[in-house]
């Protein structure tokens, strides 16, 4: 088979309910995109680092970062963002990666990747990480079940699966970062939205009611999203501890 290529593409808006601006707002010097577009060059696996705006501020700071930045319509969901941005750039494999995670490690990137380029049956996969019974009350908290092959089941804000009886190692907290077979993505883009996504507030809902697979990778390294500027000196935290890790990137 001819060497597959993947590009990673973070899809980033200047408005935001919670946090206008939120992409370049200032993490340890840096604005936030920055830091984001670094993880991405650090993962070491990405033929090619986009940012999908719809702002030139952020494309600037994006281009300063080393990134390649698009500009991109209106877009109903981050992933919508990604489709419109790598319509005209030769990849096989889309990593759609959340701007808003300064500290992603690039381990992550590098397994989610790995799996989509070494398996082109693989037509969509994402993450997830050991979740907690205190994960199962919290609505900011996404959970997701799987089949026994790795496939999602459901993905929800509730507490699923409900503990009727003990079960350990059934909790799992999806990280939202989402990698597409290139031909997966456009299909994702054209589909309409559906009531499930609408309730819940999550876009992978769409690709389970239509009937496209998802594959659950498990991981163990986490990272901090920043949603309200109160969640910026946890994300600069977490950005210390990963930039001081020996095994870093």
Same mark, same amino acid.
């Given at each position: 088979?001819?060497?597959?290529?993947?590009?990673?593409? *973070?899809?980033?808006?200047?408005?935001?309910?919670?946090?206008?601006?939120?992409?370049?707002?200032?993490?340890?010097?840096?604005?936030?995109?920055?830091?984001?577009?670094?993880?991405?060059?650090?993962?070491?696996?990405?033929?090619?680092?986009?940012?999908?705006?719809?702002?030139?501020? *952020?494309?600037?700071?994006?281009?300063?970062? =080393?990134?390649?930045?698009?500009?991109?319509?209106?877009?109903?969901? =981050?992933?919508?963002?990604?489709?419109?941005?790598?319509?005209?750039?030769?990849?096989?494999?889309?990593?759609?990666?959340?701007?808003?995670?300064?500290?992603?490690?690039?381990?992550?990137?590098?397994?989610?990747?790995?799996?989509?380029?070494?398996?082109?049956?693989?037509?969509?996969?994402?993450?997830?990480?050991? =979740?907690?019974?205190?994960?199962?009350?919290?609505?900011?908290?996404?959970?997701?079940?799987?089949?026994?092959?790795?496939?999602?089941?459901?993905?929800?804000?509730?507490?699923?699966?409900?503990?009727?009886?003990?079960?350990?190692?059934? *909790?799992?907290?999806?990280?939202?970062?989402?990698?597409?077979?290139?031909?997966?993505?456009?299909?994702?883009?054209?589909?309409?939205?559906?009531?499930?996504?609408?309730?819940? =507030?999550?876009?992978?809902?769409?690709?389970?009611?239509?009937?496209?697979?998802?594959?659950?990778?498990?991981?163990?390294?986490?990272?901090?999203?920043?949603?309200?500027?109160?969640? *910026?000196?946890?994300?600069?935290?977490?950005?210390?501890?990963?930039?001081?890790?020996?095994?870093?990137?």
């Amino acid at each position: 088979m001819a060497s597959r290529r993947a590009v990673a593409a *973070i899809p980033a808006r200047y408005a935001s309910t919670r946090f206008p601006g939120k992409p370049l707002v200032p993490i340890l010097g840096l604005p936030m995109i920055a830091h984001v577009v670094a993880r991405a060059l650090e993962a070491g696996c990405f033929a090619e680092v986009l940012v999908a705006t719809d702002d030139e501020r *952020i494309a600037e700071a994006a281009r300063a970062a =080393g990134a390649r930045a698009v500009m991109t319509g209106e877009a109903s969901s =981050g992933t919508d963002r990604v489709a419109q941005a790598v319509r005209g750039i030769p990849a096989d494999v889309v990593v759609n990666v959340q701007g808003d995670e300064p500290a992603l490690p690039p381990g992550n990137l590098r397994g989610l990747t790995g799996l989509l380029l070494d398996n082109p049956e693989v037509a969509m996969a994402t993450l997830a990480l050991a =979740g907690t019974p205190e994960d199962l009350g919290s609505p900011n908290v996404v959970k997701v079940v799987t089949d026994l092959t790795g496939r999602a089941l459901y993905f929800s804000r509730a507490g699923i699966p409900f503990q009727r009886h003990a079960s350990p190692g059934l *909790i799992r907290r999806h990280v939202g970062i989402y990698g597409f077979q290139r031909e997966t993505l456009f299909r994702f883009a054209s589909l309409p939205e559906v009531a499930l996504e609408r309730a819940e =507030g999550l876009e992978q809902l769409r690709a389970l009611a239509h009937g496209i697979p998802l594959h659950v990778l498990d991981v163990s390294d986490s990272s901090v999203g920043v949603d309200v500027p109160g969640d *910026i000196p946890l994300a600069e935290q977490a950005l210390r501890t990963l930039l001081a890790r020996k095994d870093h990137p």
